[in-house]
């Protein structure tokens, strides 16, 4: 009898799946259109990084992906939840517990310290006993090499260190997805370099990355870049292996 290969397994369905989305928003001056009409799909493990000029919509997309901003038309699935079609409540339980979302201000608690910050997540999901949340949020913070600073307080923290315990924090419920909205913006470019490094270490390692970002050395991390012009996606290319392993 002849050899035959055995039949390929199909593929995975796509994690994050947004099909026709747009995003309209009512201005002073009149309606205006953030987003035209999008499809992307990201399949689990991908680092994917949005890029554009300012106003291309770049923003607007991280934010309807993450239920943030709600779509004027089209779907948002997100690892099988049509997160378009989740009320107040459920959507606020459905990210904090789905998605960690790093900002390029931080956006830490000022008057907690830095492990506290970290452990808020887990606090307001009640996704880890209560007896095992500060040891997570410490394994964490040494995840991202500033475990020796987590009982100080943010503001004591350099702008790197700050965006470290963010992602630290983004993590802390072991999300699926994580989303960042120019986690490089106010960092000097050797610090941004160290952290586009540890979102491509969380690639790696299993997560699905999202990322809006400069485009400046971005092909170097990412497995794939997406660009945006005037609220469309333009352009959706892979990154080649050896560029991306640098």
Excluded at 39 to 62: C, N, P, W, Y
Excluded at 162 to 173: E, Y
Aim: with cysteine; charged share 20%; hydrophobic share 45%.
């Amino acid at each position: 009898m002849a050899w035959s290969e055995a039949p390929h397994a199909p593929p995975a369905p796509p994690l994050i799946r947004l099909s026709g989305v747009e995003k309209t928003y009512e201005t002073p001056s009149g309606p205006f259109t953030a987003l035209r009409r999008v499809d992307l799909q990201v399949r689990a493990g991908e680092f994917v990084a949005v890029v554009g000029k300012s106003g291309s919509g770049k923003s607007t997309l991280i934010n309807v992906l993450t239920g943030i901003d709600r779509v004027s038309a089209g779907q948002v699935e997100v690892a099988g939840t049509q997160v378009h079609a989740l009320r107040e409540g459920p959507l606020a339980r459905w990210r904090g517990r789905n998605v960690g979302v790093v900002f390029q201000f931080y956006q830490l608690l000022p008057t907690l310290t830095v492990v506290e910050n970290v452990m808020l997540p887990m606090d307001f999901c009640g996704t880890y006993p209560v007896q095992e949340r500060r040891a997570r949020a410490v394994a964490l913070l040494e995840r991202v090499g500033i475990a020796d600073q987590g009982d100080k307080l943010p503001a004591t923290l350099s702008g790197g260190q700050q965006q470290r315990a963010a992602i630290a924090r983004a993590l802390a419920n072991d999300p699926a997805v994580v989303v960042a909205d120019e986690p490089t913006g106010n960092l000097d470019s050797r610090t941004a370099d160290a952290v586009l490094r540890l979102f491509a270490a969380l690639a790696a390692e299993g997560k699905t990355v999202v990322m809006v970002t400069h485009e400046r050395d971005v092909a170097a991390v990412a497995t794939r870049v997406v660009s945006m012009a005037d609220g469309a996606v333009v352009a959706d290319e892979p990154v080649a292996a050896e560029v991306a392993r640098g």
